[in-house]
């Protein structure tokens, strides 16, 4: 399906999230990724708390989780370029062992107070290094399973909620984990989830069914670089990373206490979850780069209006609705990115829009924290929706021809 024209009417009757679930492999394949998928979501929290409990220093701890995550985001689409090239059964299960074995190396070396914190750094960074891209594996095996666009709208929507909802439970477990031994523990519960998920995924006959692609040519990115959906995606994250923050200083300057910052928040998740089921249920006409376009403006348009909130609760309305725009941008993103690319080049496509979330919510985070410094919470909202209103703008230029 050409990404630059209208979706094709669905040849399936009623085209629904179960139907979804009932295509052959589905369900097997879906919840072994999202296993695997899961130690995303415990990992990040898990390493924070081990480094600082090992090395008694916030710096230190900071240092570790840039070079964790930046490593993870830089050599993403390298990663995605091997996964295209040698399959997915040859190049993941030496990834997820590689990055198991090194997170339970990081467990080992927080495990009692004292690892020099440059060791601790170099591991991180190394386990960042070989993180396998689950994500952009999923989403091409969703390509393989789903040929009804409708359905395979609806795939990638329940996939975007689902990967929404690991890093809001991720968290939670690890919390759980922190009853019954110490924050190394949650490293080996990363370690686990991911080798146990991966092995699973891969035996799967959707994944043993993808030959590997020949070497792509044409550009540093092999011709999988997708313009439109990278440049919405990292004008997300841009426009995203910055809420937390933005949100606990509106909090505190007002005097709601840290406490409701995560419920603030909760809500931005909440709109969406609600956004990204609804944008998969709607049979839409309109050519998916123009969809991303004003998906991005939307939420760009909200996230400025957020700025003009006098309280908690039409600060809660303006991030609800802000959500409900958060999912289907990047469902979008990514199946723009799937639909632009050959098939030798899907996991580099969708490795790319996930970088330039990744990498945009890192830099948006620090703009963030100096924009504080200087200007008052409700023109750094609105900046934020500026960010995104410009990435919307950058989206139609890139879709012309």
Sequence with gaps: MSALTPSRPSSIPRPSYAAVLRVPHARRTFLAALAARLAYGTVSLSVLLSVTRAVGSYAWSGVVMAVFGGSAVVLMPVRAALVDR??????????????????????????????????????????????PPLGPAMRA???????????????????GVAEELLFVSGPALVGLVLRFGPPPAGLLLSALLMAAGTCTFVTSPAVRGAT???????????????????????????????????????????????????????????????????????????????????????????????????????????????????????TTAYLLADESAAESARNRAGAWVNAAVNAG??????????????????????LAGAVALVSAALVRAADRP
């Design 86 to 131: 040698y399959g997915p059964r040859r190049a993941l299960p030496p990834m997820a062992a590689a990055y198991s074995a090194v997170l339970c190396l990081l467990a080992a070396l927080t495990w009692h107070p004292g690892a020099p914190p440059a060791l601790l750094a170099g591991t991180a960074a190394l386990a960042g290094c070989v993180a």
């Design 141 to 159: 095996a969703w390509g393989r399973l789903v040929d009804d666009p409708a359905l395979r709208r609806r795939a990638y929507s329940l996939d």
């Design 212 to 330: 590997p692609g020949k070497r792509a040519s044409g550009g540093a990115a092999g011709g999988a670089f997708p313009a439109a959906p990278v440049a919405a995606a990292a004008g997300l994250g841009l426009a995203l990373s910055g809420a937390d923050l933005l949100v606990t200083a509106f909090a505190g300057q007002r005097s709601y206490g840290a406490e409701a910052v995560p419920w603030i928040l909760g809500a931005l998740s909440a709109g969406s979850a609600a956004g990204g089921l609804l944008h998969g249920a709607v049979e839409w006409r309109r050519p998916a780069a123009g969809r991303l376009a004003g998906l991005t403006a939307a939420l760009g348009a909200a996230l400025a209006l957020a700025g003009a909130a006098t309280g908690i609760w039409t600060l809660v309305l303006a991030l609800t609705a802000a959500g409900v725009f958060v999912a289907p941008a990047l």
């Design 361 to 382: 919510s890192s830099v948006g985070a620090v703009g963030a924290g100096l924009a504080l410094g200087h200007l008052p919470v409700g023109l750094c909202f609105a």
